[in-house]
């Protein structure tokens, strides 16, 4: 994460009533006395907590009900790992043992470990987090550039350079799913008109769209996910607010996730219609 956020929630953080309130939404709750009493403080020192973690992103209002976000669990299931290594004197040792010889390896496995524990999940490897889009994408194309059997593509974006990637992957003869938002289908229009004013990303997506392992469809997509050979696993957090802007991207090795992914990728595109917009559009413009 960058340093401008890590720092923001560092701060949130360091406040004992903050924590408190940070373990009360983790079972969510509405303003009332019994939760003022339970916690500890006045009502305007709860709604100024509320405050800086809705504005960070680690929570959700429904209602008259405050809950943690995607973001808030996983922070606040990382707060809960670290307090109890805190409370751990012979991990401490270990840790810093580890440190002081340089291995950030065993570090990185041993964090790995107790994530896997707090997400439930088996052979999780390196977690990546991207907090700038562009990184995102530079990851994204990386992915689908050593990609060998498949890429299943849910996504609300559509990236020309993530487009020359999937044709290079479909070229070798990995077979591509994608599935592109619909709600948005005037943005996507005048996407697909500049990407067909170019002679050469017109080439791309003509031969892209038409290539028999290149599987597209439209359909309504709430935040973007791609697996890739049923191993790789990127994920979005967008705007909980309902804006659908971008948060963070988190980009892992698990192939049980990456099943179940795979699942509702296939499941999308079964349920989803045919990109009229950009075939229309390739039949007005001819060939390149």
Not at 36 to 60: A, D, H, N, P, Q
Not at 104 to 125: M, P, Q
Request: charged letters at 25%.
């Amino acid at each position: 994460m960058d340093g401008s956020l890590v720092a923001r929630l560092n701060r949130i953080l360091s406040s004992e009533h903050s924590v408190a309130v940070l373990e009360e939404l983790s079972r969510g709750f509405t303003v009332n006395d019994e939760v003022l009493k339970k916690l500890g403080i006045e009502r305007r020192t709860l709604y100024y907590i509320l405050k800086e973690f809705r504005e960070s992103g680690l929570i959700v209002k429904k209602g008259n009900k405050y809950k943690l976000s995607i973001l808030g669990y996983f922070v606040y299931n990382v707060e809960n790992e670290l307090i109890k290594w805190l409370r751990n004197k012979n991990d401490i040792k270990l840790i810093n043992e580890y440190i002081n010889n340089s291995e950030t390896f065993k570090v990185t496995n041993a964090l790995l470990k107790s994530l896997e524990k707090i997400i439930g999940v088996s052979s999780l490897e390196p977690v990546k987090v991207h907090v700038e889009y562009s990184t995102l994408v530079e990851s994204l194309i990386e992915m689908i550039n050593y990609s060998r059997e498949t890429v299943k593509l849910v996504s609300r974006y559509i990236d020309t350079n993530v487009l020359k990637a999937m044709l290079e992957a479909a070229k070798r003869g990995v077979t591509i799913w994608l599935v592109t938002d619909k709600v948005y289908s005037s943005a996507r229009a005048k996407y697909y008109l500049a990407l067909l004013s170019n002679m050469e990303t017109r080439a791309v997506a003509r031969e892209l769209f038409t290539l028999k392992n290149v599987l597209v469809r439209t359909a309504n997509v709430p935040y973007s996910f791609i697996v890739v050979d049923e191993d790789q696993v990127g994920i979005e957090v967008p705007d909980v607010f309902g804006e659908r802007n971008f948060i963070l991207g988190i980009q892992f090795r698990s192939p049980s996730i990456a099943e179940k992914m795979a699942a509702i990728a296939e499941k999308m595109y079964q349920n989803a219609g045919q990109d009229t917009i950009i075939y229309s559009l390739l039949n007005e413009v001819g060939g390149s």
